[in-house]
C-alpha cells in the first residue's frame, strides 16, 4: 500500500484539484484544435470524416466508463472512509474489466463501422477518411480504456497534476506526429487522414505506460490477480450498480448527439463543418466548469464516504458560485470573438455565419451545462446514481431532440436551431438536478460508513 496518504476533506482547496484538471483539459482541447486546424488545412472533408468519427467513438469510449466512473465514486468514498484494505483489489478489479471490454467492444466497433457511419448520414465524400480512422483509433481504444481508470485512480488519491503532465507529453507526441505525416518528413507516404490516427493511438499508449509509472513511483498501491482471488464479484456487481447509470446517462447524451448530428450530417458539409469548427472553440467555454465539478465530485466523494454530508452540501454550492460566473464570461468572450477566431479553421464565409450563430446560442447552453455538471457529479459522488440518469433521458429526448427537430429542420433555422434544443435540455436539466441536490434525498445513499463506524 501506499506509505504516505494526500488526505481531501472540507479544507481542501477547489483549485488544489481544479488547477491541474483545468490544465489538463485545456491542453486536451488544445491539441484537438491544432488537430483540427491541421486537417482544415489539409483537407476539408477530413475534418468532418474525422469529426463524425469521434463523436461515434465517444460513445464506445463511454461504454468503457461504466467502469471508470464507478472506480472514481469507490475510491473517493473508500478513502474518504479510510479503508484502504481494498484499495488494491478495486483498482486490480477496474484495471481488468476494463481491459476485457476494451478489447470486446472496440474490435466489435471496427468491424461494425460501416453500418453505423451509414445510419448516422455521413456525407459519402467523407466515408473513406472516417473509415480509415476508426480503423486505427477505434482499434486501439483498449489503451483509452485503461487509462480512463488510472486517471481516476491517480485523481481520487490527491494527483490530479499527474493528469496535466501526462497532458503534456501526449499532446507534443499528437502534434509533432500530426505534422510529421501531414506536412514534415513522412509527407511522401501521403497517408493523411491514417497519419493523424497513428499519431493519436500512440500518444494513448504513452499515455497509459505513464500513468502506471506514476502510480507506482508515488505508492499509490500495486495491481496483481492475487487480489482479485478468489474473484471479487460482489464487488463488480457493486461497482456496475453505480457505474452502469452514471455511464448510461452519458451513453444516452452521446446517442441523443448522434441524433443531432444526423440532422446536421443532411444539411450538407458546410453544416457539418460549421458544427465541428464552432465545437472546438466551444470546449474552451465549458472547460473551467468541467474541470471545477470534477474535483467537486472527488471533494464530495470524499466527504461523505467520511460522513460529513452537511459539509458536502455546502461545498457544492460554493463551487457554483466561482464556476458559473466564469462560465458565462468564456462562453460570451468565445461568441464575440468567433468572427475571427474561425478564421482560424476556414475562410468559407458560409461555414464562420452558421458557426458564429452556434456559439451564441451556446452562452445558453454553457449556463445549464455548468448547473448541469456540478450538480450531477456531485450526486453521483453521494451515491444517488439513478435520478440524473432518469431525469437525462427524459429531457435529453422529450425536450432537447423535439426542440432541435422542430427549429432545426421544423423552422428551418438550421444547424443553429439543432443547437436550440441543446439549450433548452441543458438549462431545464440544470434546474432540475440542483433542485434535487437541495431536497436533501441524495443523504444516507453512501455506499461504504467511515471507518470510525465499521465494528
Excluded at 103 to 118: D, E, P, Q
Excluded at 249 to 272: C, D, H, T, W
Aim: glycine share 10%; hydrophobic share 55%.
Amino acid at each position: 500500500m501506499a506509505k504516505a496518504k494526500r488526505e481531501i476533506n472540507a479544507a481542501t482547496p477547489l483549485m488544489l484539484l481544479a488547477g491541474p484538471i483545468f490544465g489538463e483539459l485545456m491542453l486536451n482541447i488544445l491539441v484537438n484544435n491544432v488537430d483540427t486546424m491541421m486537417l482544415s488545412h489539409y483537407s476539408q472533408n477530413a475534418v468532418g470524416a474525422v469529426g463524425n468519427a469521434n463523436q461515434v467513438m465517444m460513445f464506445l469510449n463511454l461504454t468503457f466508463n461504466i467502469i471508470a466512473t464507478a472506480t472514481s465514486v469507490v475510491v473517493a468514498q473508500y478513502l474518504g472512509a479510510k479503508q484502504y484494505d481494498k484499495m488494491n483489489t478495486i483498482y486490480t478489479l477496474a484495471m481488468f474489466v476494463n481491459f476485457i471490454t476494451g478489447m470486446l467492444f472496440s474490435w466489435s466497433f471496427v468491424f461494425a463501422k460501416r453500418i453505423i457511419l451509414h445510419a448516422i448520414g455521413v456525407p459519402d465524400i467523407m466515408l473513406e477518411d472516417a473509415y480509415t480512422y476508426i480503423n486505427i483509433v477505434g482499434g486501439t481504444m483498449v489503451f483509452l480504456a485503461l487509462y480512463n481508470v488510472m486517471l481516476q485512480i491517480l485523481r481520487c488519491n490527491g494527483y490530479a497534476n499527474i493528469g496535466m503532465i501526462i497532458s503534456i507529453v501526449i499532446n507534443v507526441i499528437n502534434i509533432v506526429g500530426n505534422y510529421v505525416f501531414l506536412y514534415g518528413p513522412l509527407k511522401f507516404l501521403n497517408l493523411g487522414v491514417a497519419g493523424v490516427a497513428i499519431a493519436t493511438a500512440t500518444a494513448r499508449v504513452v499515455a497509459l505506460i505513464v500513468a502506471i509509472a506514476f502510480f507506482y513511483a508515488k505508492k499509490i498501491g500495486n495491481f496483481g490477480l492475487r487480489y482479485i482471488r478468489p474473484f471479487p464479484g460482489r464487488l463488480l456487481l457493486s461497482m456496475i450498480r453505480i457505474g452502469l447509470p452514471s455511464a448510461g446517462e452519458n451513453m444516452f447524451y452521446n446517442l441523443y448527439q448522434i441524433f443531432l448530428l444526423s440532422l446536421i450530417n443532411k444539411m450538407g458539409p458546410e453544416a457539418v463543418n460549421a458544427k465541428v469548427y464552432s465545437a472546438s472553440l466551444i470546449s474552451f467555454s465549458m472547460v473551467f466548469s468541467n474541470s471545477a465539478a470534477m474535483a467537486t465530485q472527488i471533494i464530495t466523494g470524499h466527504l461523505v464516504g467520511a460522513g460529513e454530508e452537511d459539509a458536502a452540501y455546502k461545498r457544492v454550492f460554493s463551487t457554483l458560485k466561482i464556476s458559473l460566473p466564469i462560465t458565462i464570461g468564456l462562453a460570451t468572450v468565445n461568441w464575440v470573438l468567433s468572427p475571427f477566431t474561425l478564421k482560424i479553421f476556414t475562410d468559407n464565409a458560409q461555414v464562420i455565419k452558421l458557426a458564429s450563430m452556434i456559439m451564441l446560442v451556446d452562452i445558453v447552453i454553457e449556463i445549464g451545462r455548468c448547473l448541469n455538471m456540478t450538480f450531477v457529479s456531485s450526486l453521483k459522488a453521494a451515491g444517488d446514481i439513478w435520478f440524473p440518469l432518469f431525469v437525462g433521458l427524459g429531457m435529453m429526448w422529450g425536450i432537447g431532440a423535439t426542440v432541435g427537430y422542430m427549429m432545426g429542420v421544423g423552422f428551418g433555422i438550421g444547424v443553429a436551431g439543432v443547437f436550440m434544443g441543446t439549450a433548452s435540455d441543458e438549462f431545464l436539466r440544470g434546474l432540475v438536478t440542483m433542485g434535487r441536490w437541495r431536497s436533501g434525498k441524495w443523504r444516507g445513499r453512501a455506499i461504504v460508513k467511515a471507518k470510525k463506524e465499521v465494528i
